[in-house]
């Protein structure tokens, strides 16, 4: 299949294609004419749900490779236009000596894990840039979130975040949030810390998680686990919902969704129509 992207109001061979396997598997498209129209977008968003993928009515690499339509489930990749100059547009309050040291173990990192396409990318810049707009892996800042006003021990209320997996002091303080992605908690630094090659034992030795690679291959691994769930909320323009998927909340929101839209204008999503 020569078209690794068919939506609606499509037509042609390739939409009967897509029709004829869609009814194959027993989704229903309709009238099998090649005519890319609401019956087949409903067939092909019960297939997507089914499979677990992004359910977004399109028929890209991923849809069409479980499918038999293609050989080759991977997205365009966008990262040859991620330069410096436009991650600093992204980031208008970043010295951009710090984009031109770090972006590229950011997009060596991206790479690694399946996530060159075009939402991925820029939710990892965005998400960088609400968590640390420097465009440092560096440590969570003491706040009123974190540190009791009368504590002398910093991150104490964490210690016995039960969703966090700390056990009490001191894990508030050895796991606090760290890295681009602010990895933050015991249960957190153990799993990613077993996922990285070469596996690290980030509860013995956590500060690692602030090094530039280990910081990077952490935020992919964390934005691969909740891909789906990302583009989903993107799909829908719901910025607060895809923040929620790293953050929990809200912080950071504004930075987040200023990012993501100015890059967005500026990064092609790599498919040619």
């Known amino acids: 299949m020569k078209n690794y992207l068919l939506k609606i109001s499509d037509t042609g061979n390739e939409v009967l294609g897509l029709q004829l396997a869609l009814a194959e598997r027993g989704f229903n498209p309709g009238a099998q004419d090649g005519v890319f129209g609401q019956a087949t977008v409903a067939a092909l968003t019960s297939f997507q749900e089914s ?9 890209g690499p991923r849809t069409l490779s479980l499918l038999g339509l293609c050989d080759n489930d991977d997205l365009p990749d966008v990262r040859a236009q991620v330069s410096v100059q436009v991650v600093s547009q992204m980031f208008p309050e970043t010295r951009i000596d710090n ?19 075009k939402v991925m990318v820029l939710t990892a810049l965005a998400t960088i840039r609400a968590e640390t707009e420097a465009f440092l892996p560096i440590d969570e800042c003491i706040s009123r979130y974190n540190t009791s006003p009368s504590s002398n021990r910093p991150y104490d209320l964490y210690d016995y975040k039960k969703s966090l997996g700390n056990q009490g002091p001191p894990d508030g303080d050895r796991f606090h949030g760290r890295g681009f992605i602010q990895l933050t908690g015991r249960d957190n630094y153990s799993r990613y810390g077993t996922r990285l090659t070469p ?7 956590p500060e690692r998680a602030n090094a530039p690679e280990c910081a990077a291959n952490i935020l992919a691994l964390f934005l691969r686990d909740k891909q789906i769930k990302i583009k989903q909320a993107l799909l829908q323009r719901n910025f607060i919902l895809a923040r929620k998927q790293v953050n929990k909340g809200s912080y950071g ?6 990012a993501y839209l100015t890059g967005e204008k500026l990064i092609s999503d790599g498919f040619n129509n």
């Open 51 to 59: 499979e677990g993928l992004l359910v977004d009515g399109i028929a």
């Open 253 to 258: 929101l504004e930075r987040f969704t200023s």
């Open 99 to 117: 984009i031109k040291r770090y972006l590229p173990s950011v997009l060596d990192a991206l790479g690694n894990h399946g996530l060159g396409d």
């Open 199 to 205: 596996s690290q034992d980030l509860l013995k030795s």
